[in-house]
């Protein structure tokens, strides 16, 4: 049982772990573009936190999905008995939002980022520049959403 709910929280450690890593690195890339535009014009900070800030939604995803596996197994209540079964179960359903959140965290940087330069040269292009980035989301969505149907469908 030890070791069903190890995994368990091992894979909501996981899922936080990886779409935090994802936010980390795709805020970083966007925020380089965004001080190298900044510096040549620092009217435009207002047009460009929004886009800087975008790929930081891939965190939350991973902390809610690591959220609902915590619930699923009364992580916050003092645990309970989880199989091998249930914790390799629960395991392998935090993957979808970590490593969504990972990979669309940091593309979704790359693309905040070409935006961010769209905006440098045209302004009035704002809305088209946030757009893009927000394009990329759609799969970390995906991914939270195939972490909670996945946990939703295992019997602790």
Request: glycine share 16%; hydrophobic share 55%; with cysteine.
């Amino acid at each position: 049982m030890d070791i069903g709910i190890g995994l368990a929280v091992g894979g909501a450690a996981f899922a936080a772990f990886l779409a935090a890593c994802g936010s980390a690195w795709g805020i970083a890339i966007a925020a380089e573009a965004a001080g190298g535009v900044l510096t040549e014009d620092p009217d435009k900070f207002g047009r460009l936190l929004v886009m800087v800030a975008l790929p930081g939604t891939q965190g939350f995803y991973g902390f809610l999905g690591a959220f609902y596996i915590m619930m699923k197994i009364n992580l916050l209540g003092g645990g309970m008995p989880v199989s091998l079964s249930a914790g390799l179960q629960l395991f392998f359903a935090a993957l979808p939002v970590g490593m969504a959140g990972l990979i669309s965290g940091y593309y979704q940087g790359r693309a905040s980022a070409a935006g961010i330069y769209l905006v440098a040269k045209r302004p009035e292009e704002t809305g088209k520049a946030i757009i893009l980035p927000a394009m990329v989301e759609t799969y970390a969505v995906l991914g939270l959403l195939a972490t909670i149907l996945l946990v939703s469908g295992i019997k602790v």
